[in-house]
């Protein structure tokens, strides 16, 4: 079923001195405070559209990571997913960096490995940010 989800921002002030509040209004799960500096310097208890960014991307590719694994008959028993955006002013988004670590019994490194590329190709989050570079460090925990 196709589902559409919602978000809105609210601004005031200019870009470097203002402000704003983002809320997720299909979830209802909170109202992020969201400012310049939080994007460029320190975060100071506010978020940005990188850090947005990254949480979806680190949702999105653990649920394809354990779609693939199902379809290759594989039951993770646990996956950790780090994704880190990066941004620099005046070039904009300049990639996702992804670190997985993964508890996956009976699966060979080599299978791993395929599997884990694979779902950072198929993620539609992934295929959303195909104008950056998306890397990925997989490591398979015993």
């Known amino acids: 079923m196709a589902t559409t989800r919602n978000a809105?921002?609210?601004?005031?002030?200019?870009?470097?001195?203002?402000?704003?509040?983002?809320?997720?209004?299909?979830?209802?799960?909170?109202?992020?405070?969201?400012?310049?500096?939080?994007?460029?310097?320190?975060?100071?208890?506010?978020t940005s559209p990188e850090e947005l960014i990254a949480a979806?991307?680190?949702?999105?590719?653990?649920?394809?990571?354990s779609h693939e694994l199902s379809q290759a008959?594989?039951?993770?028993?646990e996956v950790n997913t780090k994704a880190e955006v990066g941004f620099q002013p005046?070039?904009?988004i300049t990639g996702s960096h992804l670190t997985l670590n993964a508890r996956v019994p009976g699966i060979s490194e080599e299978d791993f490995q395929r599997i884990a590329e694979s779902a950072k190709k198929g993620c539609p989050v992934s295929?959303?940010?195909t104008g950056i570079e998306i890397t990925l460090d997989a490591t398979l925990a015993s």
Not at 15 to 34: C, R, Y
Not at 56 to 65: K, T
Not at 73 to 77: A, E, L, S, V, W
Request: charged share 15%.
């Open 90 to 92: 005046g070039t904009g």
């Open 127 to 129: 295929q959303a940010l």
């Open 73 to 77: 008959g594989f039951t993770p028993d």
């Open 8 to 46: 809105h921002t609210v601004w005031t002030g200019s870009l470097t001195e203002g402000s704003g509040n983002t809320t997720l209004d299909s979830s209802g799960l909170g109202t992020f405070d969201v400012t310049w500096k939080a994007r460029t310097e320190a975060a100071g208890g506010k």
């Open 56 to 65: 979806a991307h680190s949702a999105c590719f653990s649920m394809a990571f």
